[in-house]
């Protein structure tokens, strides 16, 4: 096995090991190690990669995460765990059946809108269309570190309201409160084991900051996005198909590039769970 840098900004990129595979501890605390300090793992030519192999790899780095969405029992059938979720433009009757199927999507947290948001989500490219789709990662960590002092005291000593409605991949569409989740999160959180501060508000779905007025808050918001993503915290990765990626969703902010609709764009999904964030 061998691990290397992807980018500046973050992410390692894993060669050389199939995890079909049971493997050894030492293999196992290498691989943690280097999520632990790269945010981003990328394992390259993972072939047919099965659905056990898949979670067994995400247990590596915590207990499976439940779904914040339940399953669809129309489409969602066969021998996956319940707690998969495709990510996936295919089609059944000519309609969409699966989680966020097409478009741009905005950079975004997953799950801040509930109380544990998974400590981190894990992708495997089934199928990925030659051009577009690409996932953008920013490093909520570096991005911290580089605030500006009357922002840093801010994050410091406020908490924010995030917000989703399914599916939506745009800020303007989070509508119907009755239809949306939401919860108050800290603005700033710990990496689970480096202990650094990460910067926690995204573009998508941080929708307020508590204790001041909108005007106040739509500014402050505003700055602080543009701030996490510009290029030198942002790694973008192009799929290959076999990749498998894992993401920290807490000191991590992603989003989605368009592509083509009529390119099939299929990739399985497992988290791992996180707990109350740590401010």
């Not at 691990?3 to 390692?12: E, H, N, Q, T, V």
């Not at 969405?69 to 996956?80: F, I, L, M, Q, V």
């Not at 975004?108 to 109380?115: G, M, N, P, R, S």
Request: with cysteine; glycine share 6%; charged share 25%.
């Amino acid at each position: 096995m061998q691990i290397g840098k992807l980018s500046d900004a973050l992410g390692a990129e894993v060669t050389g090991i199939d995890l079909n595979q049971p493997h050894n501890p030492a293999t196992v605390e290498a691989l943690k190690r280097a999520f632990a300090e790269n945010l981003v793992l990328v394992v390259r030519d993972q072939k047919d990669l099965s659905p056990e192999a898949h979670v067994r790899f995400c247990e590596f780095f915590g207990p499976l995460g439940k779904r914040s969405r339940p399953a669809d029992s129309r489409h969602e059938k066969g021998n996956e765990p319940a707690e998969v979720m495709f990510v996936s433009n295919r089609r059944v009757d000519g309609k969409y059946v699966y989680t966020l199927p097409e478009g741009e999507m905005m950079f975004h947290i997953d799950q801040c809108y509930v109380e544990r948001p998974a400590r981190a989500t894990c992708l495997y490219a089934i199928v990925v269309p030659e051009v577009g789709g690409d996932t953008l990662f920013g490093n909520l960590c570096a991005a911290y570190d580089a605030l500006p002092a009357d922002l840093r005291a801010v994050v410091d000593s406020h908490r924010a309201l995030n917000v989703f409605t399914y599916d939506s991949t745009q800020r303007d569409q989070v509508g119907d409160p009755s239809k949306r989740r939401e919860f108050v999160q800290p603005m700033v959180v710990r990496h689970a084991v480096t202990g650094r501060k990460a910067l926690y508000v995204n573009r998508l779905m941080t929708w307020s900051i508590e204790g001041m007025d909108k005007a106040a808050s739509d500014a402050i918001l505003a700055r602080l996005f543009d701030h996490q993503e510009e290029p030198r915290f942002v790694y973008r990765h192009k799929w290959r198909k076999g990749d498998l990626l894992l993401w920290d969703n807490q000191c991590t902010v992603h989003a989605r590039a368009d592509f083509d609709p009529n390119a099939e764009r299929h990739l399985r999904r497992f988290t791992v769970a996180g707990g109350p964030l740590a401010a």
